[in-house]
């Protein structure tokens, strides 16, 4: 079955600008997780959704949004980027709750600003 | 602040021996454990999980160990191969805590 697919793979975007990140789950999964990795800070936890349902949210400003639609996929949104949002996002879903079943993880999407 | 430690940004070992990669939390409420291993490129993919009512678990190569009181767990790859060379992230979570808390990493390098 189909993993976790994220997209865009790459992008670059300058300072100020605004970016959308679109994560497909595993079919029948209904969580999906957001998170930040940058070198030196592991994976930071963004957000996540449960059945277009934000549930929980990590310590990130208000520029950093998502949103669940009614088929489990989600997007996420990066509003007034700055030079320190470079990093790889990361998708993961899971079946039901994430606290005690495994993340499956997509590839990630690499954002550069500049 | 990170709840999740790995103080070891990285590790060498030989092929064939015994990797350990460490792993401390601060948060006396978690009570899932997973390890993670993450290649290049890729996103991470889901290793070996622990619950706090098991002190260890083993799947194969790798076996993790859980002390609760220390707040502590470890991971043992034996014996350890190339293929192993990765970056490996613990995680913990709280029950019905909807997230995962990782700790920074530890590249793990196997020289043949």
């Known amino acids: 079955k189909a993993g976790v697919t994220q997209t865009p793979r790459y992008l670059i975007k300058t300072r100020g600008q605004q970016v959308t990140l679109s994560c497909s789950p595993i079919?029948?999964?209904?969580?999906v997780s957001w998170y930040q990795q940058t070198p030196g800070q592991g994976l930071q936890f963004l957000f996540e959704y449960f059945s277009e349902t934000q549930r929980n949210k990590g310590n990130f400003p208000g520029r950093f949004s998502g949103r669940q639609f009614s088929n489990s996929r989600s997007e996420m949104n990066v509003s007034t980027l700055e030079l320190g949002d470079s990093a790889l996002y990361l998708c993961a879903s899971s079946l039901y709750r994430v606290d005690t079943g495994e993340l499956f993880f997509g590839e990630g999407s690499r954002l550069t600003v500049l | 602040d990170q709840q999740v430690k790995q103080n070891s940004p990285s590790l060498s070992v030989q092929e064939g021996r015994i990797s350990i990669l460490n792993c401390d939390y601060t948060n006396s409420m978690f009570d899932y454990f997973l390890w993670y291993k993450k290649y290049p490129a890729e996103g991470p993919t889901f290793l070996i999980s622990i619950s706090s009512i098991k002190d260890k678990n083993e799947d194969g190569r790798f076996t993790v160990f859980l002390n609760k009181s220390a707040k502590h767990l470890s991971l043992h790859i034996v014996p350890s191969q190339p293929g192993d060379s990765a970056v490996y992230f613990c995680?913990?979570?709280?029950?019905?805590?909807?997230?995962?808390?990782f700790g920074t990493g530890t590249s793990l390098t196997v020289i043949p």
């Open positions: 995680a913990a979570s709280t029950l019905a805590g909807n997230q995962f808390y």
């Open positions: 079919s029948g999964h209904r969580s």
